[in-house]
């Protein structure tokens, strides 16, 4: 073995490169069955980002069902999931482009199903006895806020007639702001749902309800099943025995429950997550697999696990698996799909056969060519915060096995800050994080209060405190680690995307704990923003902040933009030119502002990218500049050749 090379912390040449990132790696997500055919999406960086459904034949063969340039990927909601739904062989799913539902038979060209309007789709679902679809729809054509209804939409004979009659959709449930999760019983008699309001979050408070679906395809008499202001329910789904099944968060913990002849049952009552906040359309932590089975996973002090729970014992069987990240679950008879990951092992599309306990691998996001030494393996920490409280995060040290530090330097720290905010960080294999750690970069990703995986009460911490507690989480993370001797103190750097670049922008303006920031399209002004966003998560603030324009106010105090003053950090920013969920004006405002205040500042932005990036050559440079970026700010020779940034005030 060749002695180690003794470099800066942040200079070691690496194998993990952004172009093996951009060209090595897929998205997968939305893995299903279709009789003996497994399908799932791939979304292609390689191809401009188009999300492409993909099937495997009992033979193993695999192979494209949507053609080029359709891209398989719904805006309703902004965050879309629930793209397409399969019916024995034929899609139906919405063309992200123009937001129409097409119809394929195998091997055939797409025909559009609905017109050309501003109408999107999302969660949809086959009504075989009255021969239609019922989707989410999202109504853009209406003046004012958009229009979010469940609608029905026939099913065409064939190939042929799909395309002559477009119809945009019959509304059957209305009135209120939100809809999701539309699914109907075995028999088809029942249509259960659920709904929300403004200024509520799914995960704030839902509710779900079950109509009768007549003779005619009408929904008749509803009930509400569960749910309210402050209950948040997730993903109904009925058993073949008529029961219907559910998860809430009414103990404090998102839990399995069952509906069944009026009566409501708690199955697995247990201080875990089983549930998740529903962001996108279409998610899945639990499936029924049978009658009598379901295949549940659950977040427990931040592993995720996969269980059997007998609906008839109430027997919660683990299954023992070597994953520590499970995102969905999809069941049949007898056999398992799971997207899982571990922080070894890549996001995979999982096939378990329940029965003889065998698993398969049908498709990695990324094949493994890189020797593992380069990876550095996550610690899970529990550290100090404000007000006695605890705070979670998952620690890398820099690991390379080519290299090795002067004697006494310390490596510079890479906080990131988590989108959402209710969302949560995990142990998941990534590139993006090797990327830095073998550079010679520690890093804490940090699980800050009002993220998921803890319980009600912990996500409930930032309501009426998102821009103090979050931030404060981030500062006293890099603070436990620093305080413990293993990163440098004058290297610290945040970083992070949405909302997670909201917290980076206060951590730099508001607090004296880093040295430098990147901010990928996060929001700089409160009070812009809350004009400007889209419906899904325009009163979203109410709770994070407060109600506006009521507490105008602490809009105004939690907004970087105002408080230039206070700011002498280095930042870098990021931004897609076409984001209708954090528009461009947020980080343009904010690079002219530090700008003309005389701080080094740089700013990319990207045509043709939206809420994040998907094209290959927009992620490769997001990431290539910002390590540019740290390298001149935090003073470290680069081993790469990289494109220069422009940056601004640079001494």
Same mark, same amino acid.
């Given at each position: 073995?060749?002695?180690?090379?003794?470099?800066?912390?942040?200079?070691?040449?690496?194998?993990?490169?952004?172009?093996?990132?951009?060209?090595?790696?897929?998205?997968?997500?939305?893995?299903?069955?279709?009789?003996?055919?497994?399908?799932?999406?791939?979304?292609?960086?390689?191809?401009?980002?188009?999300?492409?459904?993909?099937?495997?034949?009992?033979?193993?063969? =695999?192979?494209?069902?949507?053609?080029?340039?359709?891209?398989?990927?719904?805006?309703?909601?902004?965050?879309?999931?629930?793209?397409?739904?399969?019916?024995?062989?034929?899609?139906?799913? %919405?063309?992200?482009?123009?937001?129409?539902?097409?119809?394929?038979?195998?091997?055939?060209?797409?025909?559009?199903?609905?017109?050309?309007?501003?109408?999107?789709?999302?969660?949809?679902? =086959?009504?075989?006895?009255?021969?239609?679809?019922?989707?989410?729809?999202?109504?853009?054509?209406?003046?004012?806020?958009?229009?979010?209804?469940?609608?029905?939409?026939?099913?065409?004979?064939?190939?042929?007639?799909?395309?002559?009659?477009?119809?945009?959709?019959?509304?059957?449930?209305?009135?209120?702001?939100?809809?999701?999760?539309?699914?109907?019983?075995?028999?088809?008699?029942?249509?259960?749902?659920?709904?929300?309001?403004?200024?509520?979050?799914?995960?704030?408070? %839902?509710?779900?309800?079950?109509?009768?679906?007549?003779?005619?395809?009408?929904?008749?008499?509803?009930?509400?099943?569960?749910? $309210?202001?402050?209950?948040?329910?997730?993903?109904?789904?009925?058993?073949?025995?008529?029961?219907?099944?559910?998860?809430?968060?009414?103990?404090?913990?998102?839990?399995?429950?069952?509906?069944?002849?009026?009566?409501?049952?708690?199955? %697995?009552?247990?201080?875990?997550?089983?549930?998740?906040?529903?962001? @996108?359309?279409?998610?899945?932590?639990?499936?029924?697999?049978?009658?009598?089975?379901?295949?549940?996973?659950?977040?427990?002090?931040?592993?995720?696990?996969?269980?059997?729970?007998?609906?008839?014992?109430?027997?919660?069987?683990?299954?023992?698996?070597?994953?520590?990240?499970?995102?969905?679950?999809?069941?049949?008879?007898?056999?398992?799909?799971?997207?899982?990951?571990?922080?070894?092992?890549?996001?995979?599309? =999982?096939?378990?056969?329940?029965?003889?306990?065998?698993?398969?691998?049908?498709?990695?996001?990324?094949?493994? @060519?890189?020797?593992?030494?380069?990876?550095?393996?996550?610690?899970?920490?529990?550290?100090? @915060?404000?007000?006695?409280?605890?705070?979670?995060?998952?620690?890398?040290?820099?690991?390379?096995?080519?290299?090795?530090?002067?004697?006494?330097?310390?490596?510079?720290?890479?906080?990131?800050?988590? $989108?959402?905010?209710?969302?949560?960080?995990?142990?998941?294999?990534?590139?993006?994080? *090797?990327?830095?750690?073998?550079?010679?970069?520690?890093?804490?990703?940090?699980?800050?209060?009002?993220?998921?995986?803890?319980?009600?009460?912990?996500?409930?911490?930032?309501?009426?405190?998102? $821009?103090?507690?979050?931030?404060?989480? %981030?500062?006293?993370?890099? &603070?436990?680690?620093?305080? &413990?001797?293993?990163?440098?103190? &004058?290297?610290?750097?945040?970083?992070?995307?949405?909302?997670?670049?909201?917290?980076?922008?206060?951590?730099?303006?508001?607090?004296?704990?880093?040295?430098?920031?990147?901010?990928?399209?996060?929001?700089?002004?409160?009070?812009?923003?809350?004009?400007?966003?889209?419906?899904?998560?325009?009163?979203?603030?109410?709770?994070?902040?407060?109600?506006?324009?009521?507490?105008?106010?602490?809009?105004?105090?939690?907004?970087? =933009?105002?408080?230039?003053?206070?700011?002498? @950090?280095?930042?870098?920013?990021? *931004?897609?030119?076409?984001?209708?969920?954090?528009?461009?004006?947020?980080?343009?405002?904010?690079?002219?502002?530090?700008?003309?205040?005389?701080?080094?500042?740089?700013?990319?932005?990207?045509?043709?990218?939206?809420?994040?990036?998907?094209?290959?050559?927009?992620?490769?440079?997001?990431?290539?500049?910002?390590?540019?970026?740290?390298?001149?700010?935090?003073?470290?020779?680069?081993?790469?050749?990289?494109?220069?940034?422009?940056?601004?005030?640079?001494?």
């Amino acid at each position: 073995m060749s002695a180690k090379k003794v470099a800066p912390y942040g200079s070691w040449k690496s194998p993990i490169t952004a172009d093996l990132i951009t060209s090595a790696t897929v998205g997968l997500g939305a893995a299903t069955f279709d009789g003996d055919d497994i399908y799932w999406l791939e979304a292609r960086p390689t191809e401009g980002g188009r999300q492409v459904l993909v099937r495997r034949m009992p033979d193993g063969t =695999i192979t494209d069902v949507t053609p080029a340039p359709f891209n398989v990927r719904t805006r309703v909601h902004e965050y879309g999931g629930g793209a397409f739904v399969l019916d024995h062989g034929v899609i139906y799913f %919405c063309n992200f482009d123009d937001q129409r539902l097409y119809r394929q038979e195998s091997g055939g060209q797409p025909s559009p199903l609905t017109p050309a309007l501003d109408l999107r789709y999302a969660d949809g679902v =086959i009504d075989r006895r009255h021969r239609r679809m019922i989707w989410v729809r999202e109504d853009h054509t209406v003046a004012g806020e958009a229009e979010n209804t469940l609608v029905s939409l026939p099913l065409p004979d064939n190939a042929t007639t799909a395309g002559v009659a477009l119809h945009g959709g019959d509304v059957l449930v209305s009135g209120n702001n939100f809809y999701s999760s539309p699914r109907l019983s075995a028999d088809g008699s029942h249509l259960a749902w659920l709904t929300w309001n403004h200024p509520n979050m799914p995960w704030d408070g %839902c509710e779900l309800w079950v109509g009768e679906v007549a003779a005619d395809g009408a929904i008749g008499a509803r009930r509400l099943i569960a749910g $309210g202001p402050e209950e948040s329910i997730f993903q109904p789904e009925w058993s073949p025995d008529g029961s219907l099944y559910f998860i809430s968060d009414r103990t404090g913990w998102w839990n399995l429950y069952r509906w069944r002849d009026g009566k409501i049952d708690a199955l %697995c009552p247990k201080a875990a997550e089983f549930g998740q906040p529903q962001w @996108t359309f279409g998610m899945s932590t639990y499936a029924v697999e049978s009658a009598r089975r379901l295949v549940c996973s659950y977040l427990e002090r931040g592993r995720w696990h996969l269980a059997l729970l007998d609906t008839a014992t109430l027997h919660l069987q683990p299954i023992e698996l070597p994953y520590t990240d499970i995102t969905r679950v999809n069941a049949a008879p007898g056999k398992v799909l799971l997207s899982a990951a571990s922080a070894t092992e890549p996001l995979s599309i =999982i096939l378990l056969d329940l029965d003889s306990g065998d698993r398969f691998v049908l498709r990695r996001s990324y094949e493994n @060519t890189i020797d593992t030494s380069y990876f550095s393996i996550p610690q899970e920490i529990e550290f100090p @915060t404000v007000d006695g409280l605890t705070a979670y995060g998952f620690f890398y040290r820099p690991q390379n096995p080519d290299f090795v530090a002067p004697e006494g330097e310390l490596p510079p720290l890479l906080v990131l800050s988590h $989108g959402g905010p209710t969302s949560a960080a995990s142990t998941s294999f990534s590139l993006g994080i *090797q990327y830095w750690t073998s550079r010679g970069f520690a890093v804490l990703d940090v699980n800050y209060g009002g993220s998921t995986g803890y319980g009600r009460a912990y996500r409930q911490r930032l309501n009426g405190l998102w $821009g103090v507690v979050d931030v404060d989480d %981030c500062c006293n993370g890099a &603070r436990y680690l620093v305080q &413990r001797g293993l990163v440098d103190g &004058r290297r610290l750097a945040i970083r992070g995307g949405s909302a997670g670049g909201y917290t980076t922008l206060c951590a730099l303006t508001f607090r004296n704990v880093f040295t430098v920031g990147a901010s990928h399209f996060g929001i700089s002004d409160l009070n812009v923003f809350v004009k400007d966003t889209h419906k899904f998560e325009s009163r979203y603030l109410d709770r994070l902040v407060g109600p506006y324009p009521e507490r105008k106010d602490l809009y105004y105090q939690r907004s970087a =933009i105002n408080f230039i003053d206070r700011l002498s @950090t280095p930042m870098i920013l990021f *931004q897609g030119l076409e984001d209708k969920i954090v528009p461009p004006n947020q980080a343009q405002m904010m690079f002219e502002a530090v700008k003309a205040k005389g701080i080094p500042v740089a700013y990319l932005a990207f045509e043709g990218e939206q809420h994040g990036f998907r094209r290959a050559e927009n992620i490769k440079r997001a990431l290539e500049a910002e390590l540019y970026f740290y390298s001149k700010v935090l003073g470290f020779p680069l081993a790469d050749d990289i494109e220069p940034v422009a940056i601004e005030n640079l001494p």
